[in-house]
């Protein structure tokens, strides 16, 4: 393609892109960007304080032990 074609193209689509106006959610792109969601705020708030019965009884005494030299 010669410059002159090239440059004609650009100039088409860069004249669409100026008179092309989207329609925008600016609640949703807010969220997006802040990165608050209501829904994921609270998908893992009932799990904050969960703590197994057994959580860290399995290398308790591994931390308490002094080395063994050799």
Request: hydrophobic residues 25%; charged residues 40%; negative net charge.
């Amino acid at each position: 393609m010669g410059r002159g074609r090239q440059k004609a193209k650009h100039t088409k689509i860069a004249r669409e892109l100026k008179s092309f106006s989207p329609t925008v959610n600016y609640d949703a792109l807010e969220r997006e960007l802040t990165g608050h969601s209501h829904h994921e705020d609270d998908q893992y708030a009932a799990w904050a304080d969960y703590e197994p019965e057994d959580a860290g009884d399995e290398y308790e005494d591994e931390e308490t032990e002094t080395p063994k030299r050799a």
